[in-house]
């Protein structure tokens, strides 16, 4: 008699875009294959205060660890609530990044695990990405797990957040990598008009291409170099805002678009793309991916489009918990396939 696998987790995710912490209870299911259903989901947006905290975290290292700490008490708060006493098996929460220079083998999330753990009273998984980091790998993307075993049917997922990573499936093996960065530039950008965000894109579709800009941008040496590869907001700050200067909004933003289109079409040469993330509401930049491009894009429910990382991370925690891989050599580089996460139970 097969054993029935079953396991309901809750996921919990904060992207480098600062739009809010993401929670999905999920519900995994193994028969042969492993299936899944997103069962409740929320997107609490940052209050100001911790908007304003997780931005400049990095700049004050004395404070890291207290934030840390923090950070796990107000992610737990968020978390009682939204269970309201509902019962899970685990949470898995991938925490916020602060720094990702896995060329000098250090990542670091914070938001800590064990105080999330005793907040709720619930066994909770995090810090992901340090195993593989100190292995050889890039810590990233961590997503192509739950690509390979919950997205069967399509050879791409891209995932349009604050950088644009990318699973390429052939056969049974998987390749993935951050192709560029996303909505943490457009956001940026933004800013100068003092707006979150460019809604739509209605901005960006009245600008124009400013064609020296975008060469500048093409040729950027991370685009010439081979996977594995993971982009963070350290490389970001060097490379990309030098280059954004005294040219007028939307001439930026429609640019930029452009930029991350060309990008993402170069690897689209068949088959289907299925794409999530908070960039897929962003319908100037969707027309112009999709001229760019030559699979047949696929934009799922809404639902999926904006909890598919927190679903997944709920994933890595299934497979952490039983043990099994859950970090892929092929995708970070990595001396070898491995098992991330810490466990913190009650």
Not at 99 to 115: A, D, R, S, V, W
Not at 205 to 210: A, L, N, P, T
Request: some cysteine; overall charge neutral.
């Amino acid at each position: 008699m097969t054993e029935k696998i079953k396991y309901t987790a809750l996921g919990v995710m904060s992207g480098t875009s600062l739009d809010g912490i993401d929670l999905a209870t999920c519900t995994f299911t193994k028969n042969q294959q492993w299936k899944y259903k997103i069962e409740k989901s929320y997107t609490l947006e940052y209050p100001i205060y911790w908007k304003s905290k997780l931005a400049n975290t990095y700049n004050n290292k004395t404070v890291i660890k207290q934030t840390d700490i923090q950070f796990g008490q107000y992610i737990g708060q968020v978390i009682n609530k939204f269970l309201n006493n509902k019962e899970v098996d685990f949470i898995a929460s991938h925490g916020h990044t602060i720094f990702h220079l896995p060329e000098n083998n250090y990542t670091l999330q914070i938001g800590c695990g064990k105080t999330i753990s005793q907040a709720t009273r619930i066994t909770t998984i995090n810090n992901f990405r340090s195993l593989d980091v100190s292995l050889n790998g890039q810590g990233a993307p961590l997503v192509p797990v739950g690509d390979l075993l919950l997205f069967p049917d399509y050879k791409y997922c891209i995932n349009l957040g604050g950088f644009t990573n990318i699973s390429i499936k052939n056969n049974k093996e998987i390749i993935a990598f951050d192709i560029c960065p996303a909505n943490i530039v457009l956001n940026h950008i933004c800013k100068e008009l003092e707006i979150e965000y460019d809604h739509n894109g209605d901005i960006s579709k009245e600008g124009k291409i400013i064609s020296t800009l975008l060469q500048q941008l093409n040729q950027l040496d991370f685009y010439k170099s081979n996977a594995p590869k993971s982009l963070g907001r350290e490389w970001v700050e060097e490379n990309i805002y030098p280059i954004l200067k005294n040219y007028k909004t939307e001439d930026m933003l429609c640019t930029f678009c452009e930029h991350i289109a060309i990008q993402i079409g170069k690897f689209l040469v068949n088959e289907s793309a299925l794409f999530t993330g908070g960039g897929v509401f962003n319908s100037f930049l969707m027309k112009r991916i999709a001229f760019h491009s030559k699979a047949e894009i696929i934009v799922p429910n809404k639902e999926l489009i904006e909890f598919k990382e927190a679903l997944i991370f709920a994933f890595l925690g299934v497979l952490r918990f039983r043990g099994e891989i859950n970090c892929l050599q092929t995708v970070t580089g990595a001396d070898r396939d491995n098992c991330g996460g810490d466990i913190h139970q009650i």
